[in-house]
């Protein structure tokens, strides 16, 4: 049997810390009958270092504290888990990192995570940066289908300098039933992180911003994860971002 002072010595891990796993249930001591010290064995030891090396891994301690409940299976699923979040995490890291050393140059030119979103999708055409008509039609059409509205999309399909083949989107909840709009179709919209420019001038001139948010990412190499996008909050139509994904969330950069 080791004392707390001998026992820190062991394995590292500082007398308070020690104290600490206690306090949380992660590592029990035995305690001296006249003294009430501290006590821990020989091979309390490599759980003690196991427990730290979790910690230095960011592991929560209710995480922990399942960990050492659950059998060997269950202990693998629980690291799996934990690998997979933390590679998240440095995907994550790394995007922001290489946004903040990009040569931007544009203060309208930003980054930010979108949330998944279902969309429902309906065909468009009309020239560049004149399809408010057709939003206005099928926003009307959607609130006849008492379908509610959170966002509202653009997507380029082909076309030219006069005339664009185009699909106009509106995110709605879930739960939407979409059987309403025969002619429409739905898609699951993942979660990612985007390239964002932000759009307040003349819809006529909406080429040219799409033009510059491509030359940002051709600079800095970012290649897109999928279609660019007009973004419109909400069902308003005065202003727009137009957006680029660059890697889902939970996907490869």
Known sequence: ???????????????????????KHLLISMRQKDSN???????QVPLAKM????????????DIQLYLKADKDRQKQMKQKWIQAIKENQRQLEISLRFLE????????????????????????????????EFKLRRKQMKQNHIPIKNMYLRYISGNSKQVNAEIGFGVPASINTSSVPEAFSEKMRSSFCIGLAFKEDFAKIEAAYRKLIQYCVTNN????GSILEWYRGDQMNEADIIIPVTHIGGKL
């Open 51 to 62: 427990i730290a090396s979790l910690r230095t891994a960011k592991i929560p301690i209710p």
């Open 37 to 43: 010290y501290r006590m821990y064995a020989e091979d």
């Open 1 to 23: 049997m080791m004392t707390i002072q001998v026992f820190s010595m062991k394995t590292g891990i500082s007398k308070s810390t020690l104290r600490f796993y206690e306090e």
């Open 102 to 133: 990009s040569d931007y140059g544009e203060e309208n030119i930003y980054m930010f995570e979108k949330t998944a979103e279902n969309v429902i999708w309906f065909e468009a055409e009309a020239s560049p940066g004149m399809f408010s008509d």
């Open 222 to 225: 970012w290649v897109p994860a």
